[in-house]
């Protein structure tokens, strides 16, 4: 019987990883998946150019001009934005601003926690959420007028309760001292409920385990508030100052129902002296050239919340 011969087994080559295949951009952007989500989002990205990229590109060329509606505008260069170095006005705008800011962010950022903390401690409670929520969906400009009328010195119903209580009426709105801080009352009121709800939201997305576990080492309330939800709130709680801080410097509507400015300028915000600059003074450039800087100004507070967000993230998250 004649032994059978068996062929050499050949090694196997080693596999070699196939290299993915790397598109352009433009081949990616217009790649077949890519298509169907830009039709998608085709609606979204029109309103952003048209309502805002557009503007903004035009206002920052009105910046550069002296335009006053009547006439075609004429180019400038930066006399606009040298003007604002030397006008004591804006630097008082921007003050008031700033103190507005100070009124504002601390008070409704607490009160929002709070409010959030007491809605993660009563459980699903429809009706306490929807009573803290209720402020937020009126607008603006009726919760002002609301407030003025119930803060007037002559007919409101709240000096009407302060003289019952012995005290003299107050010009809430009138007071160079009150104007202000009454405005951020105002907006307080009507913002804290949306801040309980993000707050409200972070609090729920961090594991109750945590907690347990905390309890279980003996941390009491407070030791688990301080170290566990604090630091897994940073995410949400810079957004909150972040977006809270743009739309203080945004303030207008409520001086436009209540005070126009005064009394003696105290409440006079940026965005309300560039309306004033614009149209009622028709200094088109100039208050163009207000409206980049505050841009800009927005732009840089909105890159510190993005350093922050990455830079401080928690341990726990």
């Known amino acids: 019987m004649s032994e059978r011969k068996l062929s050499p087994v050949l090694?196997?080559?080693p596999l070699i990883p196939r290299e993915p295949v790397r598109r352009s951009f433009f081949h990616a952007l217009f790649y077949k998946d890519s298509i169907c989500a830009w039709i998608f989002i085709a609606p979204a990205v029109i309103g952003f150019a048209v309502f805002y990229l557009v503007p903004c590109i035009r206002a920052v060329y009105i910046s550069l001009t002296d335009w006053n509606l009547l006439r075609p505008p004429?180019?400038?260069?930066?006399?606009?934005?040298?003007?604002?170095?030397n006008d004591?006005?804006?630097?008082?705008?921007?003050r008031v601003t700033g103190f507005y800011v100070l009124y504002n962010i601390p008070i409704q950022t607490v009160v929002g926690l709070l409010l959030a903390a007491l809605l993660d401690r009563v459980g699903r409670s429809v009706f306490l959420r929807s009573v803290?929520?209720?402020?937020?969906?009126i607008a603006n400009v009726i919760a002002a007028i609301l407030w003025f009328w119930m803060l007037?010195?002559?007919l409101g119903f709240i000096n009407?309760?302060?003289?019952?209580m012995g005290f003299q009426r107050i010009s809430f709105f009138s007071s160079q001292q009150l104007a202000l801080p009454t405005i951020a009352a105002v907006n307080i009121w009507r913002h804290m409920g949306f801040v309980a709800l993000l707050f409200y939201t972070g609090m729920q997305a961090i594991p109750r385990s945590l907690y347990e576990a905390a309890r279980i080492e003996g941390a009491g309330p407070w030791q688990s508030f301080w170290n566990i939800t604090l630091p897994?709130?940073?995410p949400t709680l810079v957004f909150v100052l972040v977006t809270s801080i743009i739309g203080s410097f945004q303030i207008f509507d409520t001086?436009?129902?209540?005070?126009?400015?005064?009394?003696?300028n105290s409440t006079r915000s940026i965005v309300w002296y560039i309306y004033e600059s614009s149209f009622e003074f028709y200094r088109m450039g100039y208050a163009s050239a207000m409206s980049c800087v505050l841009f800009l100004g927005l732009t840089v507070v909105t890159v510190v919340q993005m350093r922050i967000l990455r830079s401080g993230q928690s341990e726990l998250g």
Do not use: E
Request: cysteine-free; glycine content about 8%; aromatic content about 14%.
């Open 232 to 234: 897994l709130l940073r």
């Open 152 to 154: 007037d010195p002559l």
């Open 132 to 137: 803290i929520l209720a402020p937020y969906l």
């Open 88 to 94: 004591g006005q804006f630097w008082n705008a921007m």
């Open 11 to 13: 090694p196997t080559p």
């Open 255 to 264: 001086i436009a129902v209540t005070t126009l400015g005064g009394p003696v």
């Open 160 to 164: 009407a309760l302060v003289q019952t």
């Open 74 to 85: 004429k180019f400038v260069g930066f006399s606009n934005y040298s003007r604002l170095w």
